[in-house]
């Protein structure tokens, strides 16, 4: 039986065919296809984005023409050559999600796309990293470590014409002031214009994700809210569960409390929610978390690597709208993966000491030294700043008014990992 063009039916198959129909079936050895890699398989997202692309190539591709596979992908290479990377075999992967309404090119969605999304027209969200999520593959690719990176943290902005800005805003401002640059000097072809924005923006979060981290990023991907919605579509259902009814107009997010099998227009709602939630888009940020480890348990348990039509949907999706780092050979990385036993992922959220506004807008007050602290021991390195104190992760906090007074907030965010054994947490 031959299943598609460029995939082959496995050696169990062709057994199982066999015997079947009453052929005998001597024993020989076969060469078997490599696991998996299931602690890693929501790793390709912002959410589900990578996590379907390097899920589907660690596994339902194995027998594929990989070589057009790797070389399929959008890459970048805003990493520079002179950063600095981890040592001993360790990597550190920085996966971005774009929260923009246009496409690579930098030209608007399609109206009848964008009342998919539920997210306004182009002219909405910017060019804000909406989603971060730095993950640590330690060199023998076990115990792997995910931190999410609120968008609303306050932090350091070197070489823009801010000093201190939301972390959402690195990749927007710098690709505004680089386009400004570039016409300055002459340059007038949108499409280069975009391009080289684009480049600048992404060089800057990363940048500025590496000093406020303390750590090296060796590896890099990136996806739109476009991007999201059709890996989600391709994906054809992701079931999450809610601790209480929600209904917001913003998101579009209407669920009752209770498990529910989310589409894909529901999917991006239910990320993207921040509306109406206690603790605001710190809640979101867990919901992304729990719809990850959602993903995985979907890829890994519920057959859709037994269906063609929709491995083949998850990989054009994935080749449209995510860009890879420069070198990194998704294929040959997952199939190294795959040969590990054992692996299981950490999310946790980097911690908020308080919340405040400034210039009119909310934002998280952060502590560079505790961050730096927290993430160099996960990832296994020796701390260069002092240790955060287990209330300053932990306790609540008032939040303060750029006039000090104090007023009522949530608590702030205490780095607690999302987690469920049956891959369907329950969030609020």
Known sequence: MRRATGVRPTAGDVVRQRRARGDHVPTWTVRRPRKRASGLLWTARVGVALASCVAVTATGLVWAETADLADGFTTSSALGVDAPHSSGGAENILLMGLDTRKDQNGQDLPADILQQLHAGDSSDGGYNTNTMILVHVPADRKNIVAFSIPR???????????????????YGRRKAQTETDLQNEGVTDPHQLETKGREAGRAQTIRTVRELTGVPIDRFAEVSLVGFYDLAKALGGVTVCLKHSVSDSYSGARFAAGVHTLNAKQSLAFVRQRHGLDNGDLDRTHRQQAF????????RDAGTFTDLDKVN?????????????D??????????????????????????VRYDTVNGQDVNIVDPEAIRTRVQRAFGMKPHAAAPTASAATTTTDATTESGASVDAPAPDSGTAVSNSDGVPCVN
Do not use: C
């Not at 306050?154 to 805003?169: F, H, P, R």
């Not at 990850?292 to 890829?299: A, N, Q, T």
């Open 152 to 170: 609303d943290d306050y932090v350091k902005m070197d070489g823009l014409d801010v000093t201190d800005a939301k972390i959402k805003e690195a």
């Open 292 to 299: 990850m480890l959602s993903v995985l348990h979907e890829l």
């Open 327 to 352: 070198g990194w050979n998704l294929v040959d990385w997952m199939q190294e993966m795959g040969t590990v036993d054992g692996q299981k992922i950490t999310f946790t959220t980097l911690p908020v």
């Open 313 to 325: 949907a998850l990989v054009d999706a994935a080749q449209r709208d995510v860009v890879l780092s």
